[in-house]
C-alpha cells in the first residue's frame, strides 16, 4: 500500500487512497495529527508524537520540536545520552507514522510520497528521502508542499491555472506560486519566513496572561515560569484556539489552590497581534514579483497550515488580495490530502510532475564591499551578483574597483542572504586577489559567480590589467557516504523504540 505523508515541522499526518478516495488516518491516540516531536522516556527508550510532545517542557534535554529546520545541515541534537542527526529525528517520527496506519488499517505500508517545503534543496530533499530509509519505508518520491495543496484542491484536472498558496505553519510562514501548465505543476517563485508561524500567535497570549498574573496579583514572574509555564503555554493554546470560532475565551488556572480567571477577546488578540500580521505582507509582494505574475492574473488563493484557521488571517488574505481565499479543505490537512491524491493518481499512472524550485537559486548570492557615501566610507555592505529565485545553473559577472591608494589585496568575501548588511547574511568563503599598485579606483576586478544545481558555488576572480585569475568552489553539500547511511542505520537499529 502507498501512502500519503505531510511530515511538517509541527505535526506530520498521513492519508492513503481506500475505496476510491483519499483520507487521512488516524494514529494510535485516535487523532489524525501527530506532533513532530521525538522524546526518550524515563526509561531511555525512543517516544514520538503526542507522549513526546507532553513532555517537551517538563524535559527539555530529553525532548526535541521543530528539527525539521535543521533537516540538511550537519548538526548534531543531543536527546540525554543519545546523539541524533535531523534525518535519524525524521526517521522517528516516520517509523511511528507508518506503524500507526499499519496497526489502524491492518495494511502493510511499502512506499510512501512524502511532502517537502518548495524552497528544500537539493540536500534537504536527499536527507528526507533518506530519513525514510532509515525508517524503513520506500519514498517513492518527494511532492512540494504547496503543489499538494494544489492538488486537494483539484488543479490537476485544470489544464492551465496559476494559484498562490499562503502556508501559516507552527513556526513558519510559506508563499508559493504555482502555475499548472500541460500537466506539470511549477513552482514559479517562494518566499516566507522561517521565524514566523502560529506559536508566535500564542506568545502574544501568554505575554497577556503573565501580565495579569504578574501586574494584577503580584505573583512571582520567576516562579511562574520555573513552575507553571506548562501549564500556562497549554491554556494560552487552547485559548488561541478557541478564539478561532468564537470571540471570547476565559483563560483561567490554578496556581497554589487559588484559582485566576482572565477573560480575553478575539479582539484584544488581534489588537496585539498586528505586529505578525505586518510580517505577513512581505513575503506574498516577494513572491508576486519574483514570479512575475501579476495579483489579477491569481486564479486562486488557497489558505494551508493551521494557523491560517484564525479568522484574522483570512481578513488579512482577503483585503489583501480583495477576493476570498479559498479554504474548503482543512488548511492543516490539506497537504497530507494531497500526497493522498499524488498516490491515487500514481496508482492510475497519471501522476503531476512538480518542477522543484531547486531550479532556481534560493538565496541571493554576492560579495562584500566597501561604499562611499558623502564622503562617509561604510564598510560590510553586500553587494548582489545572483538574485535569489534565478533559475539556475547560472552565471554572472560583476565588475569592482579598488578603494585605496597602493592597495595591494582585494580580499572577495562571498555571502548569501537577503540583507543590505553582510553582517546578517551567512560567510561562505574568501579569495584574496593580489592587485598592482597603484591609486584608488585603477584597479578593476571581474568577480563571476556561477552556481550549479548541486549548490556549488564557483567565484571567479580576473584581474583585468594583468588577466590573472583565481578561482575556489564553494559547496554547502555534506552529503552521506553509504558507510555512513550503514552506521545510521546500525545505531538507530540498536536503539529502543516505545
Ligand atoms: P506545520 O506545517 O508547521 O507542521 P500546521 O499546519 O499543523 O503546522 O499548523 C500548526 C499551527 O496551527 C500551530 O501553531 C497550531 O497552534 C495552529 N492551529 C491549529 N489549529 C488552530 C486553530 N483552530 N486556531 C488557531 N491556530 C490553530
Ligand atoms: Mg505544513
New binding site residues.
Given amino acids: 500500500m502507498i501512502i500519503g505523508i505531510?511530515l511538517?515541522?509541527?505535526?506530520?499526518l498521513v492519508s492513503v487512497y481506500q475505496n476510491g478516495k483519499a483520507s487521512l488516518v488516524k494514529n494510535a491516540l485516535g487523532s489524525v495529527?501527530t506532533p513532530?516531536v521525538v522524546g526518550v522516556d524515563d526509561e531511555g527508550r525512543i517516544i514520538v508524537g503526542q507522549p513526546a510532545k507532553d513532555r517537551l517542557q517538563t524535559h527539555p534535554e530529553l525532548t526535541v520540536a521543530v528539527f525539521k529546520r535543521l533537516m540538511g545541515s550537519d548538526q548534531t541534537i543531543r536527546l540525554g545520552s543519545l546523539e541524533l542527526k535531523p534525518q535519524e529525528l525524521s526517521s522517528f517520527l516516520l517509523r511511528q507514522l507508518k506503524e500507526d496506519v499499519e496497526a489502524e488499517l491492518g495494511i502493510t505500508v511499502t512506499e510512501a510520497i512524502v511532502t517537502v517545503p518548495a524552497y528544500f534543496n537539493d540536500l534537504q530533499r536527499k536527507m528526507t528521502k533518506l530519513a525514510g530509509r532509515l525508517a524503513v519505508i520506500d519514498v517513492e518520491r518527494l511532492l512540494n508542499e504547496p503543489t499538494a495543496a494544489a492538488l486537494a484542491y483539484g488543479a490537476h484536472e485544470e489544464l492551465e491555472t496559476q494559484i498562490l498558496v499562503f502556508?501559516?505553519?507552527?513556526?513558519?510562514f510559506d508563499v508559493s506560486i504555482l502555475e499548472m501548465f500541460d500537466g506539470i505543476m511549477e513552482v514559479r517563485s517562494s518566499a516566507g519566513d522561517n521565524r514566523l508561524?502560529?506559536?508566535d500567535?500564542?506568545q502574544i497570549i501568554v505575554k497577556d496572561f503573565f501580565a495579569y498574573l504578574v501586574e494584577e496579583h503580584h505573583l512571582a514572574e520567576d516562579t511562574l515560569r520555573s513552575d507553571f509555564l506548562p501549564k500556562i503555554l497549554a491554556e494560552c493554546?487552547r485559548a488561541?484556539?478557541a478564539?478561532?470560532?468564537q470571540l471570547e475565551y476565559l483563560l483561567s488556572i490554578e496556581i497554589n489552590g487559588q484559582s485566576y480567571q482572565l477573560t480575553y477577546s478575539r479582539d484584544t488578540f488581534e489588537k496585539a497581534a498586528q505586529p505578525l500580521l505586518d510580517r505577513l505582507i512581505l513575503p506574498v509582494k516577494q513572491a508576486l514579483t519574483d514570479s512575475s505574475i501579476k495579483l489579477s492574473e491569481l486564479d486562486q488563493v488557497l489558505l494551508?497550515?493551521?494557523?491560517t484557521?484564525?479568522p484574522m488571517i483570512s481578513k488579512l488574505v482577503a483585503r489583501m488580495f480583495g477576493r476570498l481565499p479559498s479554504r474548503e479543505v482543512n488548511?492543516?490537512e490539506v497537504?497530507a490530502m494531497g500526497a493522498g491524491y499524488q498516490a491515487v493518481l500514481k496508482a492510475k499512472d497519471a501522476q503531476i510532475n512538480d518542477v522543484v524550485l531547486t531550479d532556481v537559486c534560493p538565496f541571493t548570492l554576492g560579495i562584500e564591499i566597501v561604499n562611499e557615501l558623502g564622503g562617509r566610507i561604510i564598510s560590510g555592505v553586500f553587494s548582489p551578483i545572483i538574485e535569489r529565485n534565478t533559475t539556475i545553473p547560472v552565471s554572472r559577472m560583476e565588475r569592482y574597483y579598488t578603494t585605496a591608494d597602493q592597495q595591494e589585496y582585494v580580499g572577495i568575501k562571498a555571502y548569501q542572504g537577503e540583507s543590505r548588511h553582510t553582517s546578517n547574511n551567512v560567510y561562505l568563503g574568501l579569495l584574496e586577489v593580489p592587485v598592482p599598485k597603484g591609486e584608488a579606483g585603477e584597479q578593476a576586478i571581474d568577480v563571476r559567480f556561477s552556481y550549479d544545481i548541486n549548490g556549488l558555488l564557483e567565484v571567479e576572480t580576473t584581474v583585468v590589467s594583468t588577466n590573472e585569475k583565481q578561482s575556489i568552489v564553494i559547496s554547502n553539500n555534506h552529503d552521506l557516504s553509504e558507510d555512513d547511511i550503514q552506521k545510521s542505520l546500525e545505531k538507530l537499529t540498536a536503539m529502543k523504540i516505545h
Wanted: hydrophobic letters at 25%; a negative charge; aromatic letters at 2%.
Fill in positions: 505531510d511538517g515541522t509541527t505535526n506530520s495529527i513532530s502556508d501559516l505553519g507552527g513556526g513558519t508561524g502560529g506559536e500567535f500564542s493554546e488561541k484556539t478564539l478561532s470560532t494551508v497550515g493551521g494557523a484557521r484564525m488548511p492543516d497537504v
